[in-house]
């Protein structure tokens, strides 16, 4: 039980759209991971999703609609609701998101960027 300095965690990796889990808690992970650009379109059809904004703005697409996130800010996206996070402009964005451990990547998409391992840092 000791301060996590994601500020420090955030230095630790480079690549985008690689997870890495900097906590534990009961069945839920915390992870960090830098984006840029587009990801891919996918839903969890047993997971909420949380992500909070750390540095930069997401752009979270829905099929109907985009919501902008901005540092500071969360947004939950609930199960079964496809979405895509992305970011503009070449912009690196850093988030925090909150998941169940056993929430996969990229739903039941399989994707050149799907990870089925998340790093502990």
């Not at 609609?65 to 609701?81: A, F, L, Q, S």
């Not at 056993?102 to 998409?109: A, F, I, K, P, Q």
Request: overall charge negative.
């Amino acid at each position: 039980m000791k301060p996590i300095n994601i500020k420090e965690k955030h230095l630790l990796f480079t690549k985008t759209w690689h997870p890495h889990r900097i906590a534990l808690v009961d069945n839920m992970q915390v992870i960090l991971a830098k984006i840029k650009g587009e990801f891919v379109w996918h839903s969890h059809d047993n997971e909420d999703e949380l992500f909070q904004v750390l540095k930069g703005t997401l752009y979270m697409q829905f099929r109907d609609r985009t919501e902008v996130v901005k540092e500071g800010e969360i947004i939950v996206v609930p199960k079964g609701v496809e979405h895509n996070p992305c970011t503009k402009n070449d912009e690196e964005v850093h988030l925090l998101l909150f998941e169940k451990l056993d929430t996969e990547h990229t739903g039941n998409v399989e994707h050149e960027r799907t990870q089925t391992e998340y790093p502990e840092i």
